[in-house]
């Protein structure tokens, strides 16, 4: 486990007994209105099924193949194998999981990242369940007579079975969109009825493909919802009438002066029925009516048609109108049905490359954002975001990545914002599989359902009908003869909208061009930067959906818009990420673009907030939050969640009072000023600012330095290798190695502290804290420092070797002395390549947080001389390391000699291994073919060549103890047998390799190998047989004796195979190396790499 410094100090501190800082809410979470309309209710009835459920998880039984497309079946459920604890409908039964999960957080190896605990009641063990069984009764209203009896199911996370007492009612498999199972003749109208709902995780119907490694999902995979499994929209129970409309179809049709309604009545009568079918648009006008006969157990169509001539008010952003189509259904006179379908009086049209809304061009800029929490449940949440987008003077809005929740589309038809609609087909997760007849045939029956559920939704723009798929053919590396044939499947997919949905002409792929040419709009998505060479020019509408470098871009990336303040602080990155946008905005967007939508305003544009959460002096516990404190109440329509973590998300729509709507960054300001009424603004991120350039260093002088403390202990080693010219005696410039030079001593003395014990840090009259930190802040006064720029001090994308440091300096020393280097209170290894769901908050945690001191460099006076206490962890061996060392050292007047950097230490005195190069991870396909295969030239490589795509790179163990190997930045499988390899040198000063060289005294030196599976230990290119393997805790343990090691440098190269990277028990190795001869353990030394030349002396 990463031990990360901060965090245990947090939480292990003075502060650790803190009491939670949670709020309660005693609202409504979620409101939601009725089903049934009021206008409907004559004749239609609701019952809510939500409410607490029965829940039994099912086993995947042992030996199910995963990736073989034949899904495990669910067994019915066992009478007694109920939890005892129920599960609140609707809710997936894992969702705990929709976000960071539970082991986040104190103690554990991600403690910034925010927890997804949203229902504490849940156990932890339904987190993993990937089948079972959900379980109610409900009764029939008396009073529902002859109505028919129909579920419907808003949406269901999985593969579903609907049993209704015992008899099968229904199957569905999408997860996103809403069905509808006629249970008339399963139920009892005068008892209990038992509804049961098996769900089986989509994950389980995966199919491998053969050939293009990455594709295995044949059905519409969403993003960030990919993993929940169970009922997680409302479900309800329908009274309707036998003959009914069961659906309508409103057509808008501006440009015609014509409102057209298709309407389908739908009879389950047992004979033929003659019915009309009239009403009103309210509060408009009346309607002319028809009549259609519809046979028994079947559906009939009838369209009326109606001029507009004004009555009507037309709907835009600015004025959102909207009106109901009441319709009524009678047979005779008698009136035997009631339909409510709310519309809007509008018409989005493509002429050439402009977009047109009620034939008037329209440019659209507005948001997109990923459903990362069960949040997007709440109307409340939408309308926040809403709110934000038309307050930096957005009017668009694309629910991203697969069909959101119903109330999207109602809020923004309400509140006036254009929606781009888009399905599950999101090809950014790069795991759909086009080699599947069944993914095609899900991914139109779910582009259908869209289609369907969402045409009447005046705000509705048009049909994105996928979003990235390029990622599928760039990452499998699809041949172009394969490629040309799914891509005119893609074409034939979107076409399906303009056949059930003649009145919109947008049809897209978001991110895909225009699909060669075969789709009406050309959509692409940017990262940072504003590449206008990158426009077509076409007679088509042009939309950049996606803009920006907001979820991956990098400090240094960023450092082209505003320099070195990119680097300074999550605001200072914002800074930047405003600038760019501005110019998007101003140069792109208006002057070119239909539609334009930077990248996920509402999550990197605001700030996360810290809901029920106030002790900056701790981290966040699962006490903290927002509590719902609201009874928990049956039939109410709407998810109830149980708490609100921290930092989930940037919207506050009123559940922590204490907290704003959104905390705008400069991200938001930026797109406010550039979309102003009447033109873009004069704003600070209107052009991009640089750093002025550091003063120089002065020209060293220094060309002898003291060095107090062991002479052959590894910082005097490391200061050589640096280049250090380090002298005989006391000098006029001193290092010393954690001890205090005397009171006597003239000049300057440099004392690294890394690692001192208690005892002797008295003199300096200061004490250690535990401080991380991957960046530093200098002295931009001080000559030893001014020199630097942030970009200079940033080690946070050096893997294990970016903690530059891991305590710092308190005390009477550092308050009164003058600080140097400090930490700094950003900690970008949490961003960068974290999960969108927890980098931004990480980030703006840890910079939240009290933290102990971070000075890292200290100058004070000591008796005649000049002190400088250092608390860097000098043994980081990084190249960005030592790039720093030389330089701080070269600024403090020492004339450095040539570096040996590539022979830092391999080993600490005490023989653990610690540094090393490394390559992998190769696949295999067991552990046995892992370890036996030679896949760099086990005989002849001495880290030196790379194989194939691979290639060596340093590493070094953070923890000081083994390698995680899950944590070195390497390329490979991260599930399946593969193999690593370590490569390192030591220098033995007596040759134990030849007996009649050095006697039959010559030391002994043996070496221990702790793997999580098996190891080799090759030794100059020859393998050493292990004298013996046994258990060590998960590990096996390999003792390698009596290695043959030569007179000079050996190198040793470390082979481990293991058959899994992550989980309960990570691949891992740790090496000790042990003699025994004392003084001769003393004497040898180690080395990453040799640098030929450098040194006199290179590996054999």
């Not at 009620?358 to 949040?375: R, S, V």
Request: proline share 8%; glycine share 8%; charged share 20%.
């Amino acid at each position: 486990m990463v031990r990360i410094l901060l965090a245990c100090a947090l939480a292990g501190g003075a502060f650790a007994s803190a009491e939670a800082s949670r709020v309660e809410f005693a609202g409504d979470f979620a409101p939601a209105a009725d089903w049934v309309k009021p206008s409907e209710k004559p004749f239609r009835a609701e019952v809510c099924l939500n409410g607490a459920w029965q829940f039994q998880p099912v086993a995947v039984p042992d030996g199910f193949k995963r990736g073989s497309g034949e899904p495990p079946q669910l067994p019915m459920p066992k009478s007694d194998g109920w939890e005892t604890t129920p599960i609140k409908i609707p809710s997936p039964w894992n969702v705990n999981t929709w976000g960071g999960g539970r082991n986040v957080g104190t103690g554990t190896e991600r403690p910034f990242w925010p927890d997804s605990v949203y229902f504490p009641s849940y156990p932890a063990a339904w987190d993993k369940a990937e089948m079972g069984w959900l379980r109610r009764t409900f009764r029939v209203p008396a009073d529902w007579g002859k109505r028919r009896v129909v579920l419907h199911f808003e949406a269901v996370a999985g593969d579903c079975q609907v049993l209704v007492n015992g008899q099968p009612a229904g199957t569905h498999f999408d997860k996103y969109l809403p069905f509808e199972l006629d249970i008339t003749r399963l139920v009892r109208r005068d008892g209990d009825n038992e509804l049961l709902v098996g769900v089986r995780a989509h994950a389980l119907f995966n199919k491998q493909s053969q050939r293009y490694p990455k594709m295995r999902a044949p059905y519409p995979c969403g993003s960030m919802t990919d993993r929940l499994v169970g009922i997680w929209q409302d479900v309800f129970l329908l009274g309707l009438p036998p003959v009914r409309v069961a659906d309508v179809f409103v057509k808008p049709l501006v440009d015609k002066d014509t409102l057209e309604l298709e309407i389908t009545v739908r009879n389950d009568s047992e004979r033929e029925q003659a019915v009309a079918v009239g009403g009103e648009i309210s509060p408009a006008f009346a309607l002319t009516g028809g009549s259609v006969t519809v046979p028994a157990g079947a559906t009939a169509k009838l369209t009326l048609r109606e001029r507009v001539n004004g009555r009507l008010k037309l709907w835009a952003p600015a004025s959102p109108n909207l009106y109901a189509a009441v319709l009524s259904v009678k047979q005779g006179e008698r009136v035997v049905d009631s339909h409510f379908t709310r519309f809007g009086w509008r018409q989005f049209a493509i002429r050439g490359n402009e977009l047109l809304l009620n034939g008037q061009p329209i440019k659209l800029t507005g948001d997109f954002l990923h459903p990362f929490g069960p949040f997007v449940l709440s109307r409340s949440y939408v309308q926040a975001w809403y709110r934000l987008i038309q307050d930096f003077g957005g009017n668009s809005v694309r629910p991203h990545a697969q069909p959101h929740p119903r109330h999207y589309l109602e809020l923004a038809d309400e509140m006036g914002l254009v929606a781009l609609d888009e399905t599950a087909i999101f090809g950014s997760a790069i795991s759909l599989n086009f080699e599947e007849p069944m993914a095609w045939q899900r991914f139109a029956e779910h582009y259908d359902g869209l289609v369907l559920r969402d045409r009447n939704h005046p705000s509705v723009l048009g049909w994105s009908f996928g979003n990235e798929l390029f990622a599928i053919f760039d990452h499998n590396n699809v041949p172009k003869e394969v490629a040309d044939g799914w891509y005119r499947q893609l074409a034939e997919l979107g076409a399906r909208g303009r056949r059930l949905d003649p009145t919109r002409d947008w049809i897209s792929c978001d991110g895909d061009e225009d699909l060669r040419g075969m789709l009406p709009v050309w959509s692409k998505h940017f990262g940072h930067g504003t590449p206008l060479d990158r426009l077509p020019s076409i007679n088509k509408p042009l939309m950049v959906g996606e803009s920006g470098g907001t979820y991956y871009a990098r400090p240094k990336q960023m450092a082209e818009f505003n320099g070195a303040r990119a680097y300074e602080s999550y605001v200072g990155r914002n800074e930047a990420l405003a600038i760019d946008v501005y110019d998007n905005i101003v140069r792109m967007a208006l002057p070119r673009l239909s539609y334009f939508s930077a990248s996920e305003t509402a999550w990197f544009g605001v700030e996360h907030l810290n809901f029920g959460y106030r002790d900056f002096t701790r981290l966040p516990g699962k006490e903290d939050g927002v509590f719902f404190t609201k009874p928990f109440e049956e039939g109410k329509p709407g998810i109830q969640p149980e708490r609100l973590p921290p930092y989930v998300a940037a919207l506050n729509p009123g559940w922590d009072p204490s907290l704003p709507l959104y905390k705008p960054l400069a991200m938001f300001d930026a797109q406010k000023a550039a979309l102003a009424k009447g033109g873009p603004q004069p704003s600070p991120w209107s052009q991009r600012t640089q750093t002025p350039p550091r003063p120089a260093a002065p020209a060293p002088t220094i060309e002898k330095v003291g060095f107090i403390g062991d002479r052959n202990g590894l910082l005097a080693k490391r200061l050589r290798a640096l280049g250090v010219p380090l002298a005989e005696g006391a000098q006029a410039f001193n290092i010393a190695d954690g001890v205090a030079p005397a009171e006597d001593t003239p000049g300057t003395t440099l004392v690294m502290l890394s690692g001192a014990n208690s005892s002797k840090l008295q003199p300096f009259n200061c004490s250690l804290t535990d401080r991380s930190a991957t960046a530093l802040v200098p002295d931009a006064a001080h000559s030893w420092t001014a020199p630097f720029a942030l970009p200079d001090l940033y080690f946070a994308e050096d893997g294990p070797d970016r903690f530059i440091m891991r305590q710092g300096i308190a005390g009477p020393v550092a308050e009164r002395g003058r600080v140097l280097l400090r930490a700094s209170d950003t900690d970008w290894s949490l961003f960068n390549e974290a999960p969108e769901h927890a980098k931004c908050a990480a980030v703006v945690l840890h910079e939240h947080l009290v933290k102990p001191s971070g000075a890292a460099l200290v100058e004070t006076v000591h008796g005649k001389g000049k002190l400088l206490l250092c608390s860097l962890d000098w043994r980081v061996a990084s190249r960005p390391a030592n790039t720093f060392w030389r330089r701080l050292l070269t600024n403090a007047g020492i004339k450095l000699g040539e570096p040996a950097d590539a022979n830092v230490a391999a080993f600490d005195e005490h023989g653990a291994l610690l540094n090393a190069l490394s390559i992998g991870r190769f696949p295999a396909a067991s552990v046995e073919t892992a370890l036996n295969t030679d896949f760099i030239g086990e005989a002849r490589n001495r880290g030196t060549e790379p194989s194939g795509k691979f290639r060596w790179q340093t590493v070094n163990s953070p923890s000081r103890d083994r390698f995680v190997l899950q944590q070195l930045k390497q390329t490979g499988p991260k599930s399946g047998a593969f193999a690593v390899y370590f490569s390192c040198w030591v220098r033995s000063p007596r040759a134990l390799d030849d007996l009649l060289a050095d006697g039959p005294d010559a030391p002994q030196c043996t070496t221990f190998c702790y793997a999580s599976e098996k190891c080799r230990l090759f030794l100059n290119g020859r393998e050493v047989p292990s004298a013996r393997q046994e258990p060590a805790d998960y590990r096996t343990r390999y003792q390698f004796e009596r290695l043959p090691l030569k007179k000079g440098w050996n190198h040793l190269l470390f082979k481990v195979a293991s058959s899994e990277l992550g989980g309960e028990h990570p691949a891992t190795l740790a090496v000790r190396m042990t003699s025994n001869n004392a003084e001769y353990f003393r004497q040898l030394e180690s080395a990453v790499e040799m640098a030929t030349g450098k040194l006199g002396r290179k590996g054999p």
